[in-house]
T-cell receptor, first 109, second 114 residues
């Protein structure tokens, strides 16, 4: 079967760094996406990885290891506005997205 | 700005009363998707269109129907909403052949069933 696993909830402090992990088992692989979703809003695109390694984009970085079926999203210099759910999604062999349930990130002052 | 628009943002209906949700896009993307998302759950794909080719997910209930009269518009019809259909409904678009097939989402319609 197809499966995406990520922690349900994480808490971090403003100004700190947090790493959100995602493991996956899918039929085919056409890239891994991270989306941010604020409560009651639609997901917005954060990053895309299709090759192994680290992609950096400002305060956010995403890492992929295809052999391990593993990715993480790294958020630096956390701000209160980063409080949201972070969804990991994998493109399968049909280029459809298989979604994780999301990790709710709570930022404390 | 190019975007995905969903109307209404909030919809209240009664148990069993048909309801239609709409989505329009100005991105000229050929692929459109309807997702259902319940609280703290992953978005669940209901349907998608490659141009006018309709694709129904195997586990989408018969109660859900969709129409795409042209490239820009897509509709989700719920024929007899039940309490379990209360959810956020997300429309998304993408362009087939784009480097990584990024999906762009509308703001969603939150459906309440009384």
């Amino acid at each position: 079967g197809q499966n995406i696993d990520q922690p349900t909830e994480m808490t971090a402090t403003e100004g700190a760094i947090v790493q959100i992990n995602c493991t996956y088992q899918t039929s085919g692989f056409n890239g891994l996406f991270w989306y941010q979703q604020h409560a009651g809003e639609a997901p917005t695109f954060l990053s895309y990885n299709v090759l192994d390694g680290l992609e950096e984009k400002g305060r956010f970085s995403s890492f992929l290891s295809r052999s391990k079926g593993y990715s993480y999203l790294l958020l630096k210099e956390l701000q209160m506005k980063d409080s949201a759910s972070y969804l990991c999604a994998v493109g399968d062999s049909n280029y459809q997205l298989i979604w994780g349930a999301g990790t709710k990130l709570i930022i404390k002052p | 700005d190019a975007m995905v628009i969903q109307n209404p943002r909030y919809q209240v209906t009664q148990f069993g009363k048909p309801v239609t949700l709409s989505c329009s896009q100005t991105l000229n993307h050929n692929v459109m998707y309807w997702y259902q998302q319940k609280s703290s759950q992953a978005p669940k794909l209901l349907f998608h269109y490659y141009d006018k080719d309709f694709n129904n997910e195997a586990d989408t209930p018969d109660n859900f129907q969709s129409r795409r009269p042209n490239t820009s518009f897509c509709f989700l019809d719920i024929r007899s909403p039940g309490l379990g259909d209360a959810a956020m409904y997300l429309c998304a678009t993408s362009r087939q052949g784009d480097p990584y097939n990024e999906q762009f989402f509308g703001p969603g319609t939150r459906l309440t069933v009384l």
